[in-house]
């Protein structure tokens, strides 16, 4: 099993679009790439801990590549809006990448190079590609938000 970080805005759905995936094993939400220790969802609302709004998840990579997980991370936001997904706004909702090493960074810089030249965005990419940092879980009731509310998608 391998693991995978991403942000692209709100979790909910981020985490909902992951879950969808076969050989996605396990999924969840949490904060990553700030400087504050144990981080709660009101202080990393704050703007104040420089967290993003994350999804880790655990997949089998023998029925899914990270390249298939990099391809969803492209498809469910916009990775031109600087700290800003939909209505979302704050460097929490930023898009960024957390490679856990450097076979997962060439992945993601070289995933991000195609997206570039696709010719897909008027506007230039601002997507982090970041080393791995601390993952704060997210408190409980964030876990599967969407699919305990009986959703399928947010409001976006």
Same mark, same amino acid.
């Given at each position: 099993?391998?693991?995978?970080?991403?942000?692209?805005?709100?979790?909910?759905?981020?985490?909902?679009?992951?879950?969808?995936?076969?050989?996605?094993?396990?999924?969840?939400?949490?904060?990553?790439?700030?400087?504050?220790?144990?981080?709660?969802?009101?202080?990393?609302?704050?703007?104040?801990?420089?967290?993003?709004?994350?999804?880790?998840?655990?997949?089998? /990579?023998?029925?899914?590549?990270?390249?298939?997980?990099?391809?969803?991370?492209?498809?469910?936001? /916009?990775?031109?809006?600087?700290?800003?997904?939909?209505? /979302?706004?704050?460097?929490?909702?930023?898009?960024?990448?957390?490679?856990?090493?450097?076979?997962?960074?060439?992945?993601?810089?070289?995933?991000?190079?195609?997206?570039?030249?696709?010719?897909?965005?008027?506007?230039?990419?601002?997507?982090?590609?970041?080393?791995?940092?601390?993952?704060?879980?997210?408190?409980?009731?964030?876990?599967?938000?969407?699919?305990?509310?009986?959703?399928?998608?947010?409001?976006?």
């Amino acid at each position: 099993m391998k693991t995978a970080i991403f942000g692209a805005g709100c979790f909910w759905g981020v985490e909902a679009a992951f879950q969808e995936i076969d050989g996605v094993i396990l999924t969840a939400v949490g904060y990553s790439g700030g400087h504050f220790e144990n981080p709660t969802y009101q202080d990393v609302c704050s703007g104040g801990t420089g967290h993003a709004e994350v999804v880790h998840v655990q997949f089998d /990579d023998t029925k899914v590549s990270y390249e298939s997980l990099l391809n969803t991370f492209w498809k469910i936001h /916009d990775p031109t809006t600087l700290n800003r997904q939909g209505p /979302d706004v704050g460097s929490q909702y930023r898009s960024v990448i957390f490679y856990h090493d450097s076979e997962q960074e060439m992945l993601a810089r070289k995933s991000l190079a195609h997206q570039k030249t696709s010719g897909k965005y008027k506007r230039p990419i601002v997507t982090e590609i970041v080393a791995e940092s601390t993952f704060f879980r997210a408190e409980e009731y964030h876990q599967q938000y969407l699919k305990k509310q009986g959703s399928a998608h947010c409001r976006i």
